[in-house]
């Protein structure tokens, strides 16, 4: 079926510059697949890389007005909840036509509309436990929704994650052609929104999200371009640290704060090198995580998709909106070269975590643990720290 000009030539733009982020595919034409996280018990001696003890459940929160270009602005919270809280509601789930802006959800055919299925809950009531916040920053050309997988696992160890449209850097821009440069400024308003939304909401008898968060115990984690949001976010009192997922560096001065990085060596979008170089310029506790292997795009789910031909991108490859250099930046840590997402997501999840529970669990001073023999497998790990 063919598409209006506009409509291919937002399309092609959404893949030229949503390559720091979703990748392409061989465009092969295959069914619209679901894609699922592999749960599994919480396992003794390193169990940060697996599912936590608390279920999880997800809502949405309406950050309020973005403008007449993007409309309304939201952000999904994973959050923990309880066995029986949980008991009678849906398992959460999302398609990719459902991240883009409304009017062009229907462009998407079946076959590539990749439906990811996830280990939580729609919307139960959160277990009453003010529990440390977690701000999430999608990467340039993403979306708040493409890293459910990563942020249930993190929210599944005791942490309520909240993912906001970061619209003005986002999917969204990117397939409505705006004309308008994000900034910083911006993007820190848009993190700041979030977590005030979130309190109102914890105060709230009538809400899911009643005494659910502590305002005093905030991280800030973002990928990419999210990821000098987060370390931006450090600037802010009750944010207590930061960790960037193949992170651009922050704006101004770095701060002295503690930091973890996260890389993987095969990344060609933020290289090796290029996180490196953003941690060297931090100067106070830091640490600095390099994986083997794999690339930008291994952080989001749309990689088990785009390994499979489904998707957005996949299908703009198939239909030529897209050029062969442009698809080999894109599939970048999602080819079928590559070890499969769900082996590399453990990794970050151990490292984010354990970060988390350092910096806003009491034990600040504390080093970042060396991977043990064998503790991922197929994956070698390379951890650097300055306490």
């Not at 999840?349 to 970042?368: M, P, R, W």
Request: charged letters at 10%; proline letters at 8%.
């Amino acid at each position: 079926m063919e598409h209006p000009n506009a409509l291919r030539h937002a399309l092609v733009a959404t893949v030229g510059l949503t390559v720091l982020l979703a990748g392409c595919s061989s465009g092969s034409s295959t069914p619209a697949t679901t894609t699922t996280a592999v749960t599994a018990p919480a396992k003794a001696p390193y169990p940060y890389q697996h599912p936590g003890p608390d279920p999880v459940g997800v809502t949405t929160l309406d950050l309020g007005s973005a403008g007449s270009t993007y409309g309304e602005r939201y952000a999904t919270v994973y959050y923990p909840t309880t066995t029986a809280a949980a008991v009678g509601h849906a398992r959460y789930s999302y398609t990719e036509a459902s991240t883009l802006p409304t009017a062009y959800q229907a462009v998407l055919p079946a076959q590539y509309n990749i439906t990811t299925t996830l280990d939580a809950y729609l919307a139960p009531q959160a277990a009453p436990n003010h529990y440390p916040v977690v701000l999430f920053s999608h990467g340039y050309g993403g979306e708040r929704l493409y890293y459910s997988n990563l942020l249930i696992g993190i929210a599944s160890w005791g942490y309520v994650v909240v993912s906001a449209d970061y619209l003005e850097r986002g999917l969204a821009a990117q397939v409505l052609q705006s004309k308008t440069k994000p900034t910083a400024a911006q993007d820190s308003a848009t993190m700041a929104t979030s977590l005030r939304v979130l309190l109102g909401e914890a105060g709230s008898s009538s809400s899911v999200l009643h005494d659910a968060a502590n305002p005093n115990l905030v991280a800030a984690v973002g990928h990419s371009a999210g990821g000098g949001t987060a370390e931006n976010a450090l600037n802010v009192p009750n944010v207590k640290t930061a960790v960037g997922w193949a992170p651009v560096p922050p704006t101004g001065q770095p701060s002295t704060k503690p930091v973890m990085l996260i890389g993987a060596e095969g990344d060609t979008v933020v290289p090796p090198s290029s996180v490196t170089s953003t941690y060297d310029n931090f100067h106070g506790p830091k640490a600095l995580v390099e994986i083997s292997g794999e690339g930008h795009n291994t952080y989001t789910d749309i990689c088990t998709g785009i390994r499979s031909g489904g998707g957005l991108i996949s299908y703009a490859v198939a239909h030529h909106f897209t050029t062969p250099q442009l698809a080999k930046f894109g599939i970048n840590g999602c080819s079928s070269s590559d070890l499969p997402a769900q082996q590399f997501w453990p990794i970050v999840q151990y490292y984010t975590v354990i970060q988390l529970k350092n910096q806003l669990g009491g034990d600040s001073g504390a080093t970042i643990p060396l991977p043990a023999p064998n503790q991922f497998p197929g994956f070698t790990v390379h951890v650097t720290q300055q306490r």
